[in-house]
């Protein structure tokens, strides 16, 4: 594996004053995520983040895979450390790049000298290390327009480094850098996918969840643990609010016509999320929700379920496909643990015909049989903290 790696950063480049923050931001999620795999130093210097292990037992590889997780991160180079003269740079070359240059039919040498005190300049390191190459390497040809393999060659105060390879990154921007979003995190397929979009926006994340103890079990929570944890690899830690929901579901169904259950439960869970998402200093709420899944999701019942709150809802997943849904949370890694049949509050008394196009007075009307704010406080000051990574 690897001496180092070296990580380019997307967008930050465009953000003009606010780009040290959002570098700082970026290498703190990173040294967060590189917790598990030893001790490393990470520092930056135009545009580029070095990661170099601290200590012989510090792991490579690891670092390298979480590394792919981290927001913000455009490219990743597993790159070489050669001493500073011409010689070591020829050896480390044609030793680490040999892999991929005897496998290649053309390439060409590219170098960047950030010490300008060294003695050759950057096109003679191009010239005299491409001819070095193309001798030990028969199969060889110069192709300076599109090459096969390019050799990079940067040389920097202490060392040179060298590395040939440049691997997509999560991409996005890092996480924290555009405020707190609450996560509306059920057990399904899609919430998990909504949060994981929104951290790749610069979104810190918290969660919440409704939780219908006995009729949900201790194993479907535990679920949502492992979700919001799946989630935590991208996004860093999430703090999960769990709500206990039972008996606001109960005095639905004792209350209200059976045709609007979803939708009122659905209000319930939107007015908490807003007490909760104040609480903790989230200015939106995320949701899974996509327009026309389910009869809770057809325009007006999102107008409906939006309208016990003034907070801005993002449902990243309103213009997708489920197929495409599916796609993303197989490719983010939660798509198995969704996937696991544990029941979910959502699932409870679900009325037999729910109405498709909720009329605003006719839900309000039926909530006054409720009370409303006392079930809402009553919930919120039941609810339990988890902090999952
Ligand atoms: P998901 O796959 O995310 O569960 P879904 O297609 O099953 O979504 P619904 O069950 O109608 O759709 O839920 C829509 C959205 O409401 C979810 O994506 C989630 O954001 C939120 N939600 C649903 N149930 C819960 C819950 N028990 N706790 C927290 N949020 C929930
Ligand atoms: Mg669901």
């Given amino acids: 594996m690897a001496d ?13 004053n606010n780009r040290k923050s959002f570098e700082d931001k ?4 990173l040294k967060w995520a590189l917790k598990k795999y030893g001790r490393f130093e990470i520092w930056s210097a135009q545009s580029t983040i070095y990661v170099t292990p601290k200590e012989s037992g510090a792991d490579m590889e690891g670092a390298f895979e979480v590394s792919k997780k981290v927001f913000g991160v455009a490219t990743i180079s597993p790159a070489y450390r050669a001493e500073k003269n011409f010689e070591d740079i020829c050896r480390v070359a044609k030793e680490k790049m040999a892999a991929r240059l005897e496998n290649a039919e053309t390439f060409k040498v590219e170098a960047k000298r950030a010490d300008k005190k060294f003695p050759m300049k950057s096109p003679e390191i191009c010239a005299l290390l491409g001819g070095v190459l193309l001798e030990s390497f028969k199969n060889l040809k110069v192709d300076v327009i599109n090459p096969q393999v390019t050799v990079n060659v940067d040389i920097r105060e202490e060392y040179a480094y ?3 390879e440049k691997l997509q990154g999560a991409g996005g921007v890092p ?13 399904g ?8 979009m929104m951290a790749r926006r610069g979104l810190k994340l918290e969660a919440v969840n409704f939780f219908s103890y006995p009729y949900t079990s201790e194993r479907a929570k535990e679920k949502v643990i492992e979700l ?5 690899e991208y996004s860093g830690r999430i703090r999960l609010h769990i709500v206990p929901f039972t008996d606001i579901q109960l005095a639905i169904r004792d209350n209200c016509p059976e045709e609007y259950l979803t939708i009122i439960m659905r209000r319930f869970m939107t007015k908490i999320s807003e007490i909760i998402a104040k609480q903790c200093g989230a200015s939106v709420l995320i949701t899974g929700e996509s327009l026309g899944q389910v009869a809770s999701q057809t325009l007006q019942s999102m107008v409906v379920t939006s309208s016990v709150t003034d907070m801005l809802i993002l449902r990243p997943l309103s213009g997708m496909d489920k197929i495409e849904i599916m796609d993303y949370a197989r490719k983010i890694g939660t798509y198995e ?3 696991l049949p544990y029941e979910d509050c959502c699932t409870l008394f679900v009325p037999k015909h729910p109405d498709t196009k909720p009329r605003m007075e006719r839900i309000e009307l039926a909530e006054k049989k409720l009370d409303f704010d006392g079930l809402v406080k009553a919930a919120v000051e039941e609810t339990k903290v ?4």
């Fill in 228 to 232: 919001a944890r799946l989630v935590s």
């Fill in 4 to 16: 180092l790696l070296m990580l380019k950063c997307g967008e930050l480049v465009l953000k003009g």
């Fill in 26 to 29: 970026l290498k703190n999620n």
């Fill in 337 to 339: 643990t969704s996937v």
């Fill in 386 to 389: 988890i902090d999952v990574s």
């Fill in 189 to 196: 397929i899609d919430s998990p996918v909504a949060g994981w």
């Fill in 162 to 164: 060298i590395y040939c």
């Fill in 175 to 187: 996480s924290g850098t555009s405020g707190k979003g609450l996560l509306l995190l059920s057990g």
